[in-house]
T-cell receptor, first 111, second 114 residues
Framework: NAGVTQTPKFRVLKTGQSMTLLCAQDMNHEYMYWYRQDPGMGLRLIHYSVGEGTTAKGEVPDGYNVSRLKKQNFLLGLESAAPSQTSVYFC??????????FGPGTRLLVL | QQQVKQSPQSLIVQKGGISIINCAYENTAFDYFPWYQQFPGKGPALLIAIRPDVSEKKEGRFTISFNKSAKQFSLHIMDSQPGDSATYFCAAECGRNRDDKIIFGKGTRLHILP
C-alpha cells in the first residue's frame, strides 16, 4: 500500500496563476483533509471531506476550492494564486474513528 | 473554545534526558488526544494517543499523561535520543460526528543534543 500520496511535490507559481493539488489514498478511508503548514502556525485545516461527493470548510478556506468526486481522491484548487498561499500543503485521510494518515506534502511557492 | 495550546514552542534537551511537552484544551467534549511526530521534509505521523478514561498511556520511551480536571495533557520522552529530534504536535478531537475535525496545537520543535 502506498498510503497517502500527493502530486506534485514542489511547484512554483506566479501570482494569479491557477493550479490543482492532487491527493490519493489507497486505504479506503472515508475522511480526507487538506492542511497548510506555515512556520509557527502549526497545521491549519483548509477543507475536508467526510465522504465521496461531500466537502466542508475548515479554518482557512478562503482562496481554495476542493472536490471529492472519487472516494480515493481529494483535489485542492487555487484559482488565482497569491504570495500568501506560499506554504507546505499536506493531505491526510482517516477512517471515521482513528488515526489521520498524512501524505509527504507539497511545497508551493507563489512569486 | 476550539483551541489547543501547546508549549514550549521549542525545546533543547541533552541526550538521555527527559523531554516534556505540554498541551491544554478548553472544549470538554474532546475525547481523543493524539500526538504526532514530524521529521523535516515529511508529513506528520501518529506517535501515541490517549482517551480521557485513563490518566496515562505508555509506549516504549513515550508517555502521555492526562489530567482531565485541569484539561491538560503532556508528552514525556524518556531517555531522549538524537533521533527524537523532530517537531511534535498535540491534537484534540471530538468524537466522530459527520462534521468532526481534529484541532492541532502549533507544534514544538525538539532538538536533542548528542
Amino acid at each position: 500500500n502506498a498510503g497517502v500520496t500527493q502530486t506534485p511535490k514542489f511547484r512554483v507559481l506566479k501570482t494569479g496563476q491557477s493550479m490543482t493539488l492532487l491527493c490519493a489514498q489507497d486505504m479506503n478511508h472515508e475522511y480526507m483533509y487538506w492542511y497548510r503548514q506555515d512556520p509557527g502556525m502549526g497545521l491549519r485545516l483548509i477543507h475536508y471531506s467526510v465522504g465521496e461527493g461531500t466537502t466542508a470548510k475548515g479554518e482557512v478556506p478562503d482562496g481554495y476550492n476542493v472536490s471529492r468526486l472519487k472516494k480515493q481522491n481529494f483535489l485542492l484548487g487555487l484559482e488565482s494564486a497569491a504570495p500568501s498561499q506560499t506554504s507546505v500543503y499536506f493531505c491526510a485521510s482517516s477512517p471515521p474513528t482513528g488515526t489521520q494518515y498524512f501524505g509527504p506534502g507539497t511545497r508551493l511557492l507563489v512569486l | 473554545q476550539q483551541q489547543v495550546k501547546q508549549s514550549p514552542q521549542s525545546l533543547i534537551v541533552q541526550k538521555g534526558g527527559i523531554s516534556i511537552i505540554n498541551c491544554a484544551y478548553e472544549n470538554t467534549a474532546f475525547d481523543y488526544f493524539p500526538w504526532y511526530q514530524q521529521f523535516p521534509g515529511k508529513g506528520p505521523a501518529l506517535l501515541i494517543a490517549i482517551r480521557p478514561d485513563v490518566s496515562e498511556k505508555k509506549e516504549g520511551r513515550f508517555t502521555i499523561s492526562f489530567n482531565k480536571s485541569a484539561k491538560q495533557f503532556s508528552l514525556h520522552i524518556m531517555d531522549s535520543q538524537p533521533g527524537d529530534s523532530a517537531t511534535y504536535f498535540c491534537a484534540a478531537e471530538c468524537g466522530r460526528n459527520r462534521d468532526d475535525k481534529i484541532i492541532f496545537g502549533k507544534g514544538t520543535r525538539l532538538h536533542i543534543l548528542p
